[in-house]
């Protein structure tokens, strides 16, 4: 612990004050949106909101004249016509430190795991400054995640963000349950945002496991919760990544879902008057998207790095629908888990020929490539061919190219899938591939 003195000191270069703040009143309360008048408080300040059942937090998300817009962090409830609204004069942050490992934090970062409060020295802004681009690292070496799909055909370095497209039901939180056993990141942080409530245990014991969970921080905010608090998870995962990147480790952060995060932007705005624009989605969700996604990545030579996935609910497996196609333009790659695939019992449902990593180029060998580059054209052969040789229309001796890629084809898929509990090395994977194309060389 740090000596008092310091912890003072340290207090009041976060910006306590205890100046007295004029209180307002509640004069309006329409849908999600609280409308408070006669208190003056900047946008992303804190408010409290007397109740029924006690003081309510909520946080000024616009302004109109001199009425304020508040959105709460938890549901409405016993809130009076003429209730009390006071700024909080204090904002210490998150906070952050090693003492999050192993721990299963809210939106806001307060326990709720059962294991007592979480005591750390250090605080963090939810909104940090971004990093200048010239002095991130450039993205040089592959991050082993286990996955013998990702390893050997769409390597992942360390410090890129790529999206995990899917629709419902497809094993999005497998997969990533099984990359986070199966890495080699020093730090795994977990945000499950705007998902079931049933799912966060199961993924916690089932997946995680008691040996991920040891060197995890997992942050949820089920569907249950206030779009601030699942506006507030995604930050929060962002910033805890961000401590222990900047202690020079390895993170691996993923995000489940980066189309939870629009959608409660997407509340919050229409909630307070924006405008919808496509498919209902304000411009402010555009805006947001990016500057949530460019928190991630390398850090300066000094630093660690986070390598993120984010997973991409696809409404309908529609791979054009607006949060998509906007991620696509942001992320450096997207892995596509298909629902053809998964029907078939094929896990992980990875459709190689739609997924792409946008930096396996720089951080692999030209054989590495060449070999990636002849799987995918093994896998289009087949797929552009299979109705043919279903029906019996192929003969074989006709093309030599579609009978050795219909003869590779079964261990292209036993290559491919792989069991929950799995977990194969990179230099494994890149061998077993090795291995596979040699046979029918």
Known sequence: ????????????????????????????????????????APIGSLCTVETMSGKMEAEVV???GDNLYLMPSEQITG???????????????????????GRVIDGVGNPI?????????????????????????????????????????????????????????????????????????????????GERGREVKEFIEEILG??????SVVVAAPADSSPLMRLKGCQTALTVAEYFRDQGLDVLLLMDSLTRFAQAQREIALSVGEPPATKGYPPSVFAKL??????????????????????VLTEGDDLQDPIADASRAILDGHVVLSREMADAGHYPAIDVEKSVSRVMPQITSEEHMLMSKAVRQVLSICRKNQDLVSIGAYK?????????????????????????????????????????????S
């Open 113 to 193: 795991d059962g294991l007592g409060p979480i005591y750390t020295e250090k605080r963090a802004s939810f909104n940090a400054e971004p990093i200048n681009p010239l002095s991130r690292k450039p993205i040089t070496e592959p991050l082993d995640v286990g996955l013998k799909a990702i390893n050997g055909l769409l390597t992942v370095g360390k410090g890129q963000r790529i999206g995990l497209f899917a629709g419902s039901g497809v094993g999005k939180s497998v997969t990533l349950g099984m990359m986070t056993r199966g890495t080699t990141a020093q730090v795994v942080v977990v945000g499950l945002i």
């Open 396 to 440: 074989p001796g006709s093309d030599q190219a579609i009978d050795s890629a219909f003869t590779l084809k079964p261990r292209l898929d036993e290559y491919l899938q792989q069991s929950m509990k799995e977990s194969v090395p990179y230099a494994m994977c890149v061998g077993m591939l090795k291995n596979v194309l040699q046979i029918e």
């Open 62 to 64: 616009g302004f109109s």
């Open 290 to 311: 990016p500057a949530l996604v460019e928190r991630a990545g390398n850090g300066s030579d000094a630093q660690g790095s986070i390598t993120a996935f984010f997973t």
């Open 1 to 40: 612990m740090l000596p008092l003195a310091e912890r003072l000191n340290q207090y009041k270069t976060q910006g306590v004050s205890c100046k007295p703040v004029a209180s307002g009143k509640l004069v309006r309360v329409v849908g999600l949106t609280l409308e408070a008048t006669g208190c003056r």
């Open 210 to 215: 008691v040996d991920g969970r040891q060197r």
């Open 79 to 101: 809130v009076l016509p003429g209730a009390k609204v006071t700024p909080m004069t204090t904002d210490v942050g998150l906070s952050v430190g090693m003492e999050l490992l």
